[in-house]
């Protein structure tokens, strides 16, 4: 799980962020989880390599910037592959201020938006994708 969710993730970042530094500058973007920030019973290795992945960005992004910005997007429940396995209550409703899980389409304008210059001073954040969780 901490393979998978920070050291893999952490080993690419430091690797990509020290070439773009070096060159032009660049964008990364990390994803988390909303489980990093309200953690569930069971979950706790998965909570905790997600929270570290979200102190890395805020500890990466000031030592890489200002030419690399780097943050976080924390998603809530999506319907992706993942959600195959969900009864099917669950892939209808969830407990968030929007009552629903997101669809996959509903993550891509946060990551455009951070990819692109409209979020030119953004750096370091973890954006929240979670129907208000």
């Known amino acids: 799980v901490m393979d998978l969710n920070f050291q893999g993730p952490f080993r690419l970042a430091a690797l990509v962020a020290k070439r773009m530094f070096d060159g032009d500058g660049g ?16 979950v706790g290795p998965y909570s905790g390599a997600k929270s ?14 200002p030419k690399v910005r780097i943050n976080t997007l924390s998603p809530g429940p999506f319907l992706t592959d993942i ?10 409703t969830s407990n968030n201020a929007l009552g629903r899980p997101g669809k996959p389409e509903e ?10 210059p409209a979020s030119s ?9 979670d129907g208000g969780s």
């Open 52 to 65: 570290a992945l979200n102190a890395m960005t805020v500890s990466f992004a000031r030592e890489y910037g």
């Open 27 to 42: 964008v990364i973007i990390n994803v988390s989880s909303s489980g990093a920030l309200y953690p569930l019973p069971q």
């Open 107 to 116: 993550i891509v304008t946060a990551a455009l938006f951070l990819a692109s």
């Open 83 to 92: 959600a195959m396995a969900w009864t099917p209550e669950a892939r209808e």
């Open 121 to 129: 001073f953004t750096t370091g954040a973890i954006i929240r994708v």
